[in-house]
């Protein structure tokens, strides 16, 4: 099975090919080409480098973020329109589980960091296996990859949302490195911007039991902007 997978939630989107669970090929843009048809041309331009069209896959996954709303929004819109004459699958997983995955340093605990706006924060803290792309919540569940996973707080509050002993990562440092700092040991933090990979995202998609994939809908945290998406 032939897979493409995007993640477009941060300012460095990326896309990967899979050919079953090994992966065969990768780009990242530097600096987000944010607009269609802009953003389809590069990704068009990258899928011929390795002579492959759309029709080429068997399925599809995207990060599911949270992050730029307009980003998930179309990287979801338009694998759906890539899947949807032959009827194939589009599967998603959060791209922040996917920032843990690929941030790991061996087994251990990575809570993943981000801007809400509205003057609140996400957070969420993830137990990573990276030998086999395992991401669990703590206690050992697997994550639903929506909203319920993730903790929405005020940035005053943020300490006591985050365990103990957790390596603290964010695709939001340059906004968030003031804060990060002031509340978390030097030790503990990733002190530069780091983003979701459709590479990892892959990994963890392609590592899901069949029984935890869901349709894929965009990882959205505030209720009034949830409610207006769906």
Known sequence: MRSLVIDRSSARPSMAVF????QVCEKIWDGEPTRAPTWLTELARALADH????????AFVCGLGPGSFSGIR?????LQGLALPDGKPVYGVASAAALALGQAEGEERVTVVGDARRNRLWC???EVRPADAQVRMPGGGLPTHTAEDFQLV????????VPDATRIVSADWERLAPLLCKTFAAGRLVARTVNPAA???GRLALALPASRVREPLPIYLHPAVAAAAG
């Open 51 to 58: 002579g492959l069209g759309g029709a080429s896959f068997d």
């Open 124 to 126: 969420v803290t993830y």
């Open 74 to 78: 179309a990287c979801l819109s338009a």
């Open 199 to 201: 590479a990892d995202v």
């Open 154 to 161: 005020p940035s005053d509050a943020l300490g006591r949302a």
């Open 19 to 22: 050919e079953d669970s090994e």
